[in-house]
């Protein structure tokens, strides 16, 4: 999606928020092409090949954009996976204490 492609995205006010360009504006400043006329009806077509266009105006650094993503998307994943993983681990092993004490006090007050 070219309006989530952060190279073609613009900074909002001061706050250096990345904000999505319109197709139109984004085809003119580096296409140097003319869609969506005011008055005549869009056409799916036309914005679709635009948006191809873009895309392939900066394929190269687009797919290594993606590729960062995905990686430290699986990273992130990854990492939240084992942090669960070792909660439920500390969880069993406090659980398994707990036990232990538990028959620890039954069998001192047996005596």
Same mark, same amino acid.
């Given at each position: 999606d /070219?309006? =989530?492609?952060?190279? &073609?995205? =613009? /900074?909002? &006010?001061?706050?250096?928020?990345?904000?999505p360009r319109k197709l139109r504006e984004l085809c003119k400043e580096k296409l140097g092409k003319d869609i969506q006329q005011v008055g005549i009806p869009h056409s799916p077509i036309e914005d679709a090949t635009s948006a191809l266009d873009l895309y392939k105006s900066v394929r190269i650094k687009w797919e290594k954009a993606m590729q960062y993503k995905i990686k430290k998307t699986k990273e992130i994943v990854r990492k939240k996976k084992e942090a669960e993983r070792m909660v439920r681990l500390e969880n069993v092993e406090s659980s398994f204490a707990a036990t232990k004490i538990v028959e620890c006090s039954i069998g001192v007050a047996a005596f």
């Open positions: /070219t309006a =989530k492609y952060e190279p &073609f995205m =613009k /900074t909002r &006010f001061d706050d250096n928020v990345l904000w």
